[in-house]
């Protein structure tokens, strides 16, 4: 058994209620409940809030809220491993351990269930303890340079100034739209990032909605996919 883990709490301050905002005529967290179902991989797609009404528009989008989450994992500085261990915990304590649980963020727009899939496949594939999609950097960040307010500009690493960036390796950035992992990883608190394989995505399927001009992007992005 898979079961895909939602975490929305009801707490971001930077753009108020965003799991539930409108976005493109429906709450922003119906797209990821959506690419969920979508997928055919998941026997429960789980909402993991603190929060009344996120759960009450959950349920009308189509997921289910089985546990609130405790007030102890819903502030600014909870990170996503003990959120999702929560849920997994949960369902082993219910007689009912999955094999697979994929933390899905809750403003993800353009996730498609095709990646979830392509994703899937790969965690089995490796037999991974986690897997989750990245994106390339447009840039080389080993080109990459500061710039100090009195003097010239100055490489990080500067033992790259003169090199091709077409000889340099491609380096990639989390794209924060999921994360498939085994049960015991999550349990375990078992990082994510650093025991994890990446699933490669094109960046125009990607963007992160933190802020207001991000929703701007997000949305702009979301009418020319």
Same mark, same amino acid.
């Given at each position: 058994?898979?079961?895909?883990?939602?975490?929305?709490?009801?707490?971001?301050k930077?753009?108020?209620?965003?799991?539930?905002?409108?976005?493109?005529?429906?709450?922003?967290?119906?797209?990821?409940i959506?690419?969920?179902?979508a997928?055919?991989? @998941?026997?429960?797609?789980?909402?993991?809030?603190?929060?009344?009404?996120i759960?009450?528009v959950?349920q009308?989008?189509?997921?289910?809220v089985?546990?609130?989450?405790?007030?102890?994992?819903?502030?600014d500085?909870?990170? =996503?491993?003990?959120v999702?261990?929560h849920a997994?915990?949960? @369902?082993? $304590?219910?007689?009912?351990?999955?094999?697979?649980v994929?933390c899905i963020?809750?403003c993800?727009?353009?996730?498609?269930?095709?990646d979830l899939?392509?994703?899937y496949?790969l965690?089995?594939?490796?037999?991974?303890?986690?897997?989750?999609?990245?994106?390339?950097f447009?840039?080389s960040?080993?080109?990459?340079?500061?710039k100090p307010? $009195?003097?010239?500009m100055? @490489?990080?690493?500067?033992e790259?100034e003169?090199?091709?960036?077409q000889?340099?390796p491609?380096?990639?950035?989390?794209?924060g739209?999921f994360?498939?992992g085994? =049960?015991?990883?999550?349990?375990?608190?078992?990082?994510?990032h650093?025991?994890?394989?990446?699933?490669?995505m094109?960046?125009?399927?990607?963007?992160?909605v933190?802020?207001?001009?991000?929703?701007?992007?997000?949305?702009?992005?979301?009418?020319?996919?």
């Amino acid at each position: 058994m898979n079961i895909a883990v939602i975490p929305a709490r009801g707490g971001s301050k930077r753009i108020p209620r965003k799991n539930i905002r409108p976005f493109g005529g429906k709450p922003m967290m119906a797209y990821a409940i959506e690419a969920a179902r979508a997928s055919g991989l @998941f026997e429960h797609v789980v909402v993991s809030t603190d929060d009344e009404q996120i759960a009450s528009v959950a349920q009308a989008c189509g997921a289910t809220v089985p546990f609130m989450r405790p007030a102890e994992l819903s502030d600014d500085q909870t990170v =996503t491993v003990p959120v999702i261990a929560h849920a997994a915990q949960w @369902f082993v $304590d219910q007689g009912q351990a999955p094999q697979a649980v994929c933390c899905i963020y809750p403003c993800v727009p353009l996730l498609r269930a095709e990646d979830l899939r392509g994703a899937y496949a790969l965690f089995m594939q490796r037999d991974a303890a986690y897997v989750y999609p990245v994106v390339a950097f447009h840039s080389s960040p080993w080109r990459g340079m500061t710039k100090p307010d $009195d003097g010239p500009m100055k @490489f990080v690493y500067p033992e790259y100034e003169l090199s091709r960036t077409q000889d340099l390796p491609r380096c990639f950035y989390d794209a924060g739209q999921f994360y498939w992992g085994k =049960t015991g990883s999550w349990t375990s608190g078992l990082r994510m990032h650093s025991n994890g394989h990446g699933y490669e995505m094109p960046a125009h399927r990607v963007v992160d909605v933190d802020t207001p001009d991000d929703w701007q992007r997000a949305e702009m992005m979301a009418k020319a996919a």
